[in-house]
């Protein structure tokens, strides 16, 4: 999406039609269509498979926020000791079977 | 009769019935079926955007299952910029405005981007942007874009280098404006480059060139060359690639990629040489016409980009900035406008995101 301010644009396109992001699983559905190119429907689907819900569970904040935070993969909400930024990224990277060119960093870094 | 508020494409609120929203539609879908020689929507998806607009609610949404991956042209620059990108002004840094996006909007993904929005400053300032790159990268989680435009007007006198083509072409020179053109591909394809050679160093999940083609042909020349030369040095780095319009203006007029003329492209064929060049994720553009109502403008801009969607093999994300993808011409859009194009995207040309 484009220019507009933010109750207009990210947050009305957000509330009509967008995923959740990290309140839900958009935020690897998206991780899928960049590392993969992956169209949504196959996109979708290989994230449901990879967590073992249904694809419509995707974008269902009550089973999002569990699962999130049973697999430490990131939550919106801030609860210690839950896995932040680049901490929730390399199990993301783990979980979807791809590279996350931030994480390839860090583990360069660490030898 | 009963009459149903709509806006027209400036966003001010009009009444219709529901035979002139119909005709609209049909009209507006019927303009984008000859332009770019595509099909029209069929009758139940005029029924079925008939029925959003006649519908009293003034939020629409998606079908549950039905959402999409959303990406933000313009990044932070919606909350620290002034209004010429509609920003509102609020004092934070470029990591607060990714984080507010990230956990405050749910965001499925986030851009981070120079104020300038354009690729040729963010040249000499290039460490600096590596750096707040950095540490976005550390403490965020969503996929990170680097966004700009190619906007090759400032290769032109007299912000750049060369002769403007705006000032060539009205004394008849031609083949002057022609030359001109050429060098400034060259010029912003090396430095698009470079940047984003750069910033793929430091970790970039991807870049976004937002607004591609809009110093037409040349313009679109110079950012099929940079995603080509940047995929075979960083296959990893993801590249979206944003249109500026529906149609590549011609300024040059004979440049081509991959024996494809540029000049005259509408959507449907713009997806191709993106996907041939390396792109990963295409968003098509199609123009609001202020004077045309929302319903005229919805069907249209739904047409053309059914068409894309029915060919590409990569991810289509449908640029639904303010006056574009059938969202009025007002800098603050309003939410009715705003909901029912991203319904129509979604339901009708099946986006793979926003």
């Known amino acids: ?41 196959e996109a979708k689907a290989y994230v449901a498979d990879k967590l073992k819900i249904s694809v419509a569970d995707l974008s269902e904040v009550t089973v999002m926020r569990e699962m999130r935070e049973d697999l430490d993969i990131g939550v919106i909400t801030s609860v210690p000791g839950c896995a932040k930024g680049i901490e929730a990224k390399i199990r993301i990277a783990e979980l979807l079977g791809i590279s996350i060119n931030s994480v390839d960093r860090l583990k360069a870094k660490m030898g | 009769m009963t009459k149903y508020p709509t806006r027209m494409g400036d ?73 010429g990108n509609s920003g509102v002004g609020i004092p934070l840094s470029r990591l607060q405005g990714v984080q507010v996006h990230e956990r405050a909007f749910a965001a499925d993904t986030m851009e981070l981007g120079h104020v300038d929005y354009s690729w040729k400053p963010v040249k000499p300032i ?26 090759l007007g400032t290769y032109y006198a007299p912000d750049g280098p060369f002769g403007n083509p705006s000032d060539l072409l009205p004394m008849g020179k031609i ?23 750069k910033l793929a160093e430091v970790g970039a999940d991807g870049v976004n060139f937002d607004t591609t083609g809009a110093a037409g042909d040349a313009d679109f020349k110079a950012s099929l060359q940079a995603v ?9 780095l993801a590249i979206q690639v944003g249109m500026a319009g529906e149609f590549v203006l ?72 303010m006056g574009v993808g059938g969202s009025p011409v007002f800098e603050t859009p309003p939410i009715d406008s705003v909901s029912r194009a991203s319904v129509a995207m979604v339901e009708i040309a099946r986006v793979d995101g926003l």
């Open chain 2, 126 to 151: 290039i460490a600096q942007e590596q750096q707040a790159l950095e540490n976005i990268l550390l403490s965020t989680i969503v996929p990170i874009f680097y966004g700009a435009m190619p906007n």
């Open chain 2, 250 to 321: 011609g300024i040059h007029g004979e440049l081509e990629y991959d024996g494809t003329r540029l000049a005259g492209l509408y959507p449907h064929h713009q997806v191709g040489l993106v996907e041939k060049a390396g792109g990963d994720i295409f968003g098509p553009v199609v123009n609001t016409n202020t004077s045309k109502s929302m319903a005229w403008n919805l069907a249209r801009a739904v047409t053309f980009v059914k068409a894309v969607t029915a060919v590409a093999n990569i991810p289509v994300h449908v640029n639904m900035g």
């Open chain 1, 1 to 41: 999406m484009g220019v507009g301010d933010p109750y207009g644009m990210p947050i009305a396109h957000g509330v009509a039609a967008g995923m959740g992001g990290i309140r839900t699983a958009g935020d690897l559905v998206a991780r899928m269509q960049l590392a993969r190119r992956m169209r949504l429907p």
């Open chain 2, 228 to 236: 080509e030369q940047l995929k075979a040095k960083h296959p990893n």
């Open chain 2, 175 to 197: 083949k002057e404006a022609r030359e001109a053109q050429e060098l400034a591909v060259e010029h912003a394809t090396r430095d698009i480059v470079y940047i984003c050679g």
């Open chain 2, 11 to 83: 966003g001010h609120v009009i009444d219709m019935t529901a035979d002139e929203l119909k005709a609209d539609l049909i009209a507006g879908s019927a303009d984008a079926a000859d332009r770019g020689r595509i099909p029209p929507l069929k009758d139940d998806e005029i029924d079925f955007l008939l029925d959003l607009f006649k519908s009293n609610a003034r939020v629409v949404g998606v079908d549950s299952g039905n959402e999409v991956v959303l990406t933000h042209d313009i990044g932070t620059l919606r909350l620290d910029g002034d209004q």
